[in-house]
């Protein structure tokens, strides 16, 4: 099966760093995906992640490592409106079930002031 | 630029009574999915399709059917609705099983009284 693990909650102030950890375990493994989502609205796609390594977006970055199973999103000069709920997701390649993403149970960020 | 668009978005029903939710999107995109999503629960796959006339089981399909005629439709049913039931409903589509990137739509949310 597939498992996620993120942390329920992060708080920080406006303008510091945050990074929301993200570790899985699938059967099959294509790549780490990066979803926000604001007061249970429509979940948004901010990173993907196939190979080990840093993707950077803006004030928003993503890494990756296979072989800890592990990955974060890191946001930078933080903001109000960067108060949401982050998710990861994985995406499974076995046959059977080719084509599902698994989503973790998301992270609630909180930014005061 | 529609991108997915799920209907209804409110709906309340009575235990028993059926009902179909519709995901339309307007992208082109081969792959559709319904989630549910629960407070603390995540994103919970219920049913997927890879391709017009095509359709998979999620990790909860139970109580919920889906029908893929036309490739840019997605239909959601509830034969008897269940309390349990009660959650919001997110369409979403992507261009490939090799992409990270989905699109949602705006949510449907059902109460089962």
């Known amino acids: 099966g597939q498992s996620l693990e993120q942390p329920s909650e992060v708080t920080a102030v406006e303008g510091a760093i945050v990074q929301i950890n993200c570790t899985y375990q699938?059967?099959?493994?294509?790549?780490l995906s990066w979803y926000q989502q604001h007061d249970g609205g429509a979940p948004t796609f901010l990173s993907y992640n196939a190979l080990d390594g840093l993707e950077e977006t803006g004030r928003f970055s993503s890494f990756l490592s296979r072989s800890d199973s592990y990955g974060y999103l890191l946001l930078q000069e933080l903001q109000m409106k960067d108060s949401a709920s982050y998710f990861c997701a994985v995406r499974d390649t076995r046959g059977s079930t080719l084509g599902r993403l698994y989503f973790g149970r998301g992270t609630q960020l909180t930014v005061w002031p | 630029n529609a991108g997915v668009t799920q209907t209804p978005k409110f709906r309340v029903l009575k235990t028993g009574q059926s009902m179909t939710l519709l995901c339309a999107q307007d992208?082109?995109?081969?792959?559709m999915y319904w989630y549910r999503q629960d407070p603390g629960m995540g994103l919970r796959l219920i049913h997927y399709?890879?391709?017009?006339?095509?359709?998979a089981k999620g990790e909860v399909p139970d109580g919920y059917n889906v029908s893929r005629l036309k490739k840019q439709n997605f239909l959601l049913g509830l034969e008897s609705a269940a309390p349990s039931q009660t959650s919001v409903y997110f369409c979403a589509s992507s261009f490939s099983r090799n992409t990270g990137e989905l699109f949602f739509g705006e949510g449907s949310r059902l109460t089962v009284l």
């Open positions: 399709s890879v391709g017009e006339g095509t359709t």
């Open positions: 699938t059967s099959g493994f294509y790549g």
């Open positions: 992208m082109n995109h081969e792959y």
